[in-house]
């Protein structure tokens, strides 16, 4: 019997992005367009942090009791805390290709891609289940007490699938790297070697 090969069996060619120098080299058009996306993604973040505080203080306000207060903040936790860290990583991302493109020095380049790269890829659930209390699963996600600062309702997330965290109580957010730097108040350097195992 002859065996045929679907189309969903093929996969697809791995694709790489290129290095963000060499994307300005190849779409030189590029820079002219950074600093009006950048705008417009830190006009969202904007906009995304006064609706989130406009609910929470609905839910403060209108809902009496407790459990209900608690699951409606985790509701709106949940829904714009994935919208917010995009924010975040669109917002790092242009104003990374900005110094770039005005010559401006990158505070990373000192280390190489390759091992910042692996840094980022250290589980930060793995990194915060000893540091961060009352860490449960909800979903795909995990939330707890924030570690940097004090509060008696967990808003602290973790997101596996982004590799990254957000507080809605004290809005501090990033990836594993930016957890380690502000727990243990180490420099970028510093916590690319506490993750890559020089503790």
């Given at each position: 019997?002859?065996?045929?090969?679907?189309?969903?069996?093929?996969?697809?060619?791995?694709?790489?992005?290129p290095p963000d120098n060499e994307l300005l080299k190849i779409f030189p058009e590029a820079k002219g367009i950074i600093p009006e996306k950048l705008k417009e993604w830190q006009e969202r973040k904007a906009e995304i942090r006064v609706v989130i505080k406009y609910n929470l203080k609905l839910i403060k306000n209108r809902v009496k009791d407790d459990f209900s207060r608690w699951f409606w903040r985790e509701v709106v936790k949940m829904d714009a805390g994935d919208h917010l860290l995009e924010c975040n990583k669109q917002i790092f991302r242009l104003n990374r290709l900005n110094r770039i493109k005005e010559?401006?020095?990158?505070?990373?380049?000192?280390?190489?891609?390759?091992?910042?790269?692996?840094?980022?890829?250290?589980?930060?659930?793995?990194?915060?289940?000893?540091?961060v209390?009352?860490?449960r699963k909800i979903g795909r996600n995990y939330v707890g007490l924030c570690p940097?600062?004090?509060?008696?309702?967990?808003?602290?997330?973790?997101?596996?699938?982004?590799?990254?965290?957000y507080c809605f109580g004290c809005h501090q957010g990033g990836d594993v790297i930016k957890f380690i730097e502000l727990i243990n108040n180490y420099s970028f350097k510093e916590a690319i070697d506490y993750l890559k195992g020089g503790r």
């Open positions: 019997m002859k065996k045929t090969l679907e189309i969903n069996q093929i996969a697809p060619p791995h694709y790489t992005p010559g401006r020095p990158l505070s990373q380049n000192v280390l190489n891609e390759d091992t910042i790269e692996q840094a980022k890829q250290v589980s930060i659930v793995d990194v915060a289940s000893s540091l209390s009352r860490l940097f600062h004090q509060e008696r309702h967990p808003s602290f997330y973790l997101y596996p699938d982004t590799n990254s965290f």
